[in-house]
């Protein structure tokens, strides 16, 4: 087990509607970032948080969006849902940002959204 | 062409078997994680590495900086290595792990 918790785990939602998605991050973890996974495909960045602060976004609109809180659990909003939008949502927590060896990164179990 | 590659894509062998999953990436990295994802969606770390070897158990990483390529090797495997094996690649000053599009392993008994 990881420490880091995301819900919900699964979640239907119409074409049209905005949901949000929570992430708990490991203890002492100041960066979450989220990721979109589609069926057979690897994970893509859609951004990161660190301390309360969009720290890099991915090559996804507007119409994701996201939030960091004080105690470092976050959110990611999704508007006006489409199709496509059905994937697992990964969220990942590591102690700072970037890739050194050395920080580790945790990865919840993710939240499946399917758009119908 | 993407800048994480996997291969081969799908994996099938026999309880017992070593097990090689390889992985090319064309961007300078800091790091380079293995991770194992099971059907429930979960993502677990196996490996960070930035050069050498690393070894956990029967899980064997490789890195060739120069060469720009990773192996994950598996002795002895079992049924329950059944999974999908993705390997993602960190930059310098970057954000993001950059992922490959994952290999499923199917270990029968």
């Known amino acids: 087990e990881t420490g880091v918790t995301q819900s919900p785990t699964h979640l239907i939602k119409t074409r049209g509607q905005q949901v949000t998605l929570r992430c708990s991050s490991q203890?002492?973890?100041?960066?979450v970032s989220w990721y979109q996974q589609a069926l057979g495909q690897g994970p893509q960045f859609i951004f990161q948080?660190?301390?309360?602060?969009?720290?890099g976004r991915g090559n996804f609109p507007p119409r994701f969006s996201g939030l960091q809180f004080p105690n470092y659990s976050s959110e990611l909003n999704v508007n006006a849902l489409e199709l496509d939008d059905s994937a697992l949502y990964l969220c990942?927590?590591?102690?700072?940002?970037?890739?050194?060896?050395?920080?580790?990164?945790?990865f919840g179990e993710g939240s499946w959204l399917t758009v119908v | 062409k993407n800048e994480v590659e996997q291969s081969p894509q799908n994996l099938t062998a026999q309880e017992g078997e070593f097990i090689t999953i390889n992985c090319s990436y064309s961007?300078?990295?800091?790091?380079l994680h293995w991770l194992q994802q099971h059907p429930g969606g979960g993502i677990v770390s196996l490996f960070m590495?930035?050069?050498g070897k690393k070894k956990h158990g029967r899980l064997i990483a490789t890195i060739n900086i120069q060469e720009k390529h990773s192996s994950l090797h598996i002795t002895a495997s079992h049924p329950r290595d059944s999974a999908v094996y993705i390997c993602?690649?960190?930059?310098?000053?970057?954000?993001?792990?950059?992922f490959g599009q994952g290999t499923r392993l199917t270990i029968n008994p």
């Open positions: 948080y660190y301390r309360e602060e969009e720290n």
């Open positions: 203890s002492g973890h100041n960066t």
């Open positions: 590495l930035s050069s």
């Open positions: 990942a927590s590591s102690l700072f940002p970037g890739a050194a060896v050395g920080n580790t990164i945790y």
């Open positions: 961007v300078g990295i800091s790091a």
């Open positions: 993602a690649v960190g930059s310098q000053g970057a954000q993001k792990l950059v």
